[in-house]
């Protein structure tokens, strides 16, 4: 038992195809239970993978990936009570209104239709949205739809919320909004996974950080412990220390 853990993953390996180079390769990884935690990593370095197999979405044969000790491809139910998932790419109907969508993925979480009703109202309100709230998302702008993606996300109260990219293209107030909902609700003790290519904005929101490079984990710890082992002055310099300033697409 890990009590202490909220991700444990080991020796996990992953190929998009068997004959294909493995993307993620024998990697390893433990995220504290209440950390707001940061992947970070070059393109194609393996962050969106890794989201996708940390959060079920994509099936694993080697190595194991535990969340609150539970073997993620053997749980999807208790996986899908427990966690929330921001993909980077918009997961709702731009058809219908953000409460429309919220009813529909309050649905599929099991809520019942109370709950998705003052959650909706809540999550709507929190994100400066209950003004559109009868509009359809295809008229919304690019942070209305990044704050309507995360309150997705959030509708269940996940004990993990894993976040991938959750402020790409938005503007100083929508990522202002963002990151403060992120800390309060980790604050009343939602445990965040992050990644972004923000870096002033994961120095401000992230305690733990992992840098990804090559599918493994290059290093990890509490951002001021790498900062000063490294004599880096930021989030940036240590990225580039460690993974090297050579494109990687
Ligand atoms: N569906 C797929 N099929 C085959 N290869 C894929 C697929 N998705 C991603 N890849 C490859 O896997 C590698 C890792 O991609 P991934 O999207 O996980 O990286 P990333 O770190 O999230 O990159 P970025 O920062 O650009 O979002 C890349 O070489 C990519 O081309």
Redesign the pocket.
């Known amino acids: 038992m890990s009590r202490q853990q909220a991700l444990v993953i080991e020796k996990l390996s992953y190929s ?1 195809k068997k004959t294909s180079r493995p ?1 993620i390769q024998e990697l390893s990884l433990k995220v504290k239970k209440g950390s707001r935690f940061g992947l970070f ?1 070059p ?7 890794l989201m996708s197999l940390m959060t079920g979405l994509l099936p694993y044969y080697s190595g194991s990936v535990k969340l609150l000790d539970a073997e993620v491809k053997n749980n999807k139910e208790f996986i899908k009570h427990t966690i929330g998932f921001v993909p980077q790419d918009f997961s709702f109907y731009e058809e219908l209104t953000p409460a429309e969508n919220m009813e529909f993925f309050g649905a599929w979480y099991g809520l019942k239709k109370t709950a998705i009703k003052s959650t909706t109202q809540h999550l709507l309100k929190v994100m400066g949205l209950s003004a559109m709230a009868n509009r359809p998302l295809k008229e919304f702008s690019g942070g209305m739809k990044r704050r309507v993606n995360l309150a997705i996300g959030v509708m269940n109260q996940p004990a993990i919320l894993f976040l991938d990219e959750p402020t790409v293209g938005v503007d100083v107030q929508s990522r202002n909004a963002i990151i403060s909902f992120l800390k309060e609700i980790n604050a009343a003790g939602t445990t965040l996974v992050y990644t972004s ?1 923000q870096l002033n904005e994961a120095e401000d929101l992230c305690t733990e950080i992992a840098l990804i490079d090559g599918g493994g984990i290059i290093t990890q710890g509490t951002l001021n412990n790498l900062l000063e082992q490294h004599q880096q002055d930021g989030l940036e310099g240590l990225f580039l220390q460690l993974t090297g300033r050579a494109y990687r697409d």
């Not at 393109?43 to 993978?49: H, I, L, M, V, Y």
């Open positions: 998009y993307i990593g393109n194609g370095a393996g962050k969106t993978t290519h």
